[in-house]
T-cell receptor, first 115, second 109 residues
Framework: TAGITQAPTSQILAAGRSMTLRCTQD?????MYWYRQDLGLGLRLIHY???????GKGEVPDGYSVSRANTDDFPLTLASAVPSQTSVYFC??????????????FGSGTRLTVV | GQNIDQPTEMTATEGAIVQINCTYQ??????LFWYQQHAGEAPTFLSY??LDGLEEKGRFSSFLSRSKGYSYLLLKELQMKDSASYLC??????????WGAGTKLIIKP
C-alpha cells in the first residue's frame, strides 16, 4: 500500500540520548514535513523539505535536525533529548508545495517519551 | 501573529447534524483544509476550500467565507464512527499550513 512509513511506532528515551525518527514515502512526493502534536495544541511544524537536497526550519526547530538526501527519506534527529520533546511526531508529504487542494498524506506517527 | 480558532469539544447525538466552526487570522490565504483524526491515529484529508461557498461531499460539507475569515464543517446523519477530532488548517502566503488545535467531537447514542 502506497503511503508513508514511520519508525519506530513508539519509544521511551532517556534524557540526553540521541535518536533518529525515520520516515519513508513511496509516492514520489516532492515536499515532506515533520510535525509534533501535543495535547491542546495544533500540529506544529518542526522542519520541512520542499524537494530533495533542501530543508527549512518550521515553527519549533530547536533541538531537532533533518536531512533530505533523496526523495523518499526524511529522517528527524534529536541530538540530545529533553523531556519537553515528549510528544507524538508525524511525518507528512505533499505532491507540491502549493498543495493544489490535495493536502498532506500523514504517516501513522511516533509516540516519543523522554524521561 | 497567525491564529486559528476552533471549539475545543462538541457533543452531538447519533443521526443528528453538527456544525464545527473555524475562524482564522493568517498572513495571506491560499486555501483551507479540514482533516479528521481518530484517537491515536494520523489525520486524514476531508475537504479543501479556496473559493467562497459550500462544498458538499456525501455526509460532509465545508463552507468558506474569505472576507469573514470563517469556515465550518457540517456533518449530517451522524454515526458513532464520526467520533474524532476535526482539524482546521489554513495555507498561508508562504504555502505553509497553519493548524488549529482541533475540535473533539463526541457522538452519543
Amino acid at each position: 500500500t502506497a503511503g508513508i512509513t514511520q519508525a519506530p511506532t513508539s519509544q521511551i528515551l532517556a534524557a540526553g540520548r540521541s535518536m533518529t525518527l525515520r520516515c519513508t514515502q513511496d509516492m514520489r512526493h516532492n515536499a515532506m514535513y515533520w510535525y509534533r502534536q501535543d495535547l491542546g495544541l495544533g500540529l506544529r511544524l518542526i522542519h520541512y523539505s520542499n524537494t530533495a537536497g533542501t530543508t527549512g526550519k518550521g515553527e519549533v526547530p530547536d533541538g531537532y535536525s533533518v536531512s533530505r538526501a533523496n526523495t523518499d527519506d526524511f529522517p528527524l534527529t534529536l541530538a540530545s533529548a529533553v523531556p519537553s520533546q515528549t510528544s507524538v511526531y508525524f511525518c507528512a508529504s505533499s505532491d507540491s508545495v502549493g498543495h493544489e487542494g490535495y493536502g498532506y498524506t500523514f504517516g501513522s506517527g511516533t509516540r516519543l517519551t523522554v524521561v | 501573529g497567525q491564529n486559528i480558532d476552533q471549539p475545543t469539544e462538541m457533543t452531538a447525538t447519533e443521526g443528528a447534524i453538527v456544525q464545527i466552526n473555524c475562524t482564522y487570522q493568517t498572513s495571506g490565504f491560499n486555501g483551507l483544509f479540514w482533516y479528521q483524526q481518530h484517537a491515536g491515529e494520523a489525520p486524514t484529508f476531508l475537504s479543501y476550500n479556496v473559493l467562497d461557498g459550500l462544498e458538499e461531499k456525501g455526509r460532509f460539507s465545508s463552507f468558506l467565507s474569505r472576507s469573514k475569515g470563517y469556515s465550518y464543517l457540517l456533518l449530517k446523519e451522524l454515526q458513532m464512527k464520526d467520533s474524532a477530532s476535526y482539524l482546521c488548517a489554513v495555507v498561508d502566503s508562504n504555502y505553509q499550513l497553519i493548524w488549529g488545535a482541533g475540535t473533539k467531537l463526541i457522538i452519543k447514542p
